[in-house]
């Protein structure tokens, strides 16, 4: 993959690869104002955060053909695992076979919680 890609922005927000990541590619999409809370958020920077997911993704996906889904994903709030306070968006790239049965994705953020 270009590893020139680490930072593309847009006027309201840029997206990084993550400094922790999860699975390789892990992105984050920030917005530039600050803010702590998702839902601070206004419409335009809502869409130029979109704009970002969107690229990033089909970015991705062109360049590493073994990825075939993504999780995306905001903490809100401590309780809810916010350690950063600044509003963020996580892109993350996942391949098939990367973890036994991904059925339940995100919902597997509460032990127990994520088989149905």
């Not at 990541?21 to 809502?46: C, G, M, N, W």
């Not at 990033?56 to 709030?77: A, H, M, P």
Request: glycine share 8%; proline share 5%; hydrophobic share 35%.
């Amino acid at each position: 993959m270009n590893r020139n890609w680490k930072n593309i922005s847009k006027s309201l927000a840029y997206l990084i690869l993550d400094h922790y990541p999860v699975a390789r590619f892990h992105s984050l999409v920030i917005p530039k104002r600050h803010f702590s809370d998702y839902f601070e958020i206004t419409q335009p920077e809502l869409n130029a955060v979109n704009q970002l997911l969107i690229f990033g993704k089909e970015y991705l996906i062109n360049n590493d053909r073994t990825i075939k889904g993504f999780n995306i994903g905001v903490n809100s709030g401590i309780v809810a695992g916010q350690t950063i306070m600044h509003c963020h968006t996580h892109l993350i790239p996942r391949k098939d076979k990367d973890v036994e049965d991904p059925r339940g994705g995100i919902r597997h953020v509460i032990p127990g919680m994520g088989y149905y």
